[in-house]
């Protein structure tokens, strides 16, 4: 294998070299008519538009993962790291993937370990990356949210609109509860209770059950475990020292009590999904320091 030959540095340029060509192959160059057609307002248009944007981003998926065979050391041919799924995940169903979130890598790393698994993914992204080259428009096309993470009435509004669009089309809706990656920096300044995760914003979780709860066959609770390292993780993780990740995934069942509820007057609701998100958090803080 290469990465036993080659410096960990060279292997990192090598792997940031090769995937970006494979990115704009399947984004810029085979994405662009059905980007250009997308603003068109006919609604059926525009879903079938956005549905072969799925599909070459699906191949971009498949792509990565040749590029990660050939050049890292992988222990599983079709996965990423360490591989663990408690449950069973139906084809075809949507599901709502929560996780925690440490680095850019993360996003890769989801995007391989679910390959084929289940719906594609889908992200809750900063509003202020539909601003960043060929990633903000290519999201957009595929119908990612956009939040403002400021204005709660606007976030609602856009939450609302994407899971109206995703009742067309199974899908795998995944929320970095955390809003940001850890940092122990981080983590002391918002005096998280955790060890090693910031405190969860359970708010847009709920808006999300409440607008699409019974469209999900059930909860994917998925805990990203690097090794450790001295090295920036995403540089880590494209250098190949990162092919022992622990990823943890637990299926399971949704609260049908917590599906339908008014996060933001009720109360006593608040305080029950508050209850429900902060011991999936604590069992995940458990895992990490395991």
């Known amino acids: ?55 070459c981003a699906r191949r971009w998926v498949g792509t990565n993962q040749l590029i990660f065979r050939a050049l890292h050391d992988l222990p599983h041919a079709d996965a ?36 084929l698994r289940v719906p594609f993914l889908r992200f809750f992204l900063k509003r202020d ?7 903000g428009v290519v999201c957009w096309a595929m119908d990612f949210p956009f939040m403002t993470r400021k204005s709660g009435a606007a976030d609602i509004a856009t939450t609302r609109r994407a899971c109206a669009v995703y009742r067309e089309d199974p899908v795998t809706v995944v929320n970095f509860l955390e809003g940001t990656r850890f940092t122990e920096a981080k983590r002391q300044a918002k005096q998280s209770p955790f060890t090693h995760l910031l405190r969860p914003k359970a708010a847009g979780l709920s808006y999300t059950l409440n607008a699409m709860g019974e469209q999900f066959a059930g909860l994917i609770d998925v805990t990203v475990h690097y090794q450790p390292t001295s090295r920036n993780l995403l540089w880590s993780w494209l250098c190949g020292e990162q092919n022992g990740v622990q990823v943890q995934a637990r299926v399971e069942p949704l609260p049908a009590e917590l599906l339908h509820g008014d996060y933001a007057e ?7 999904f508050q209850h429900w998100v902060n011991a999936l958090w604590a069992r995940k803080d458990a895992q990490l320091r395991a």
């Open 1 to 55: 294998m290469l990465s036993r030959l080659l410096p960990k540095p060279v292997i990192g340029v090598l792997t940031f070299i090769i995937m970006v060509p494979s990115l704009f192959l399947w984004t810029l160059v085979t994405m662009t008519p059905a980007i250009l057609l997308r603003p068109i307002p006919i609604y059926r248009l525009q879903r079938a538009c956005s549905r072969y944007c799925v599909w």
């Open 80 to 115: 990423y790291g360490q591989l663990r799924i408690d449950g069973t995940l139906q084809a075809g169903k949507s599901y709502l993937l929560v996780s925690n979130h440490q680095s850019w890598a993360d996003i890769l790393i989801l995007f391989n370990c679910f390959h």
């Open 129 to 135: 990356l539909i601003y960043v080259p060929i990633i």
């Open 266 to 272: 009720d109360a006593a609701f608040r305080e029950r």
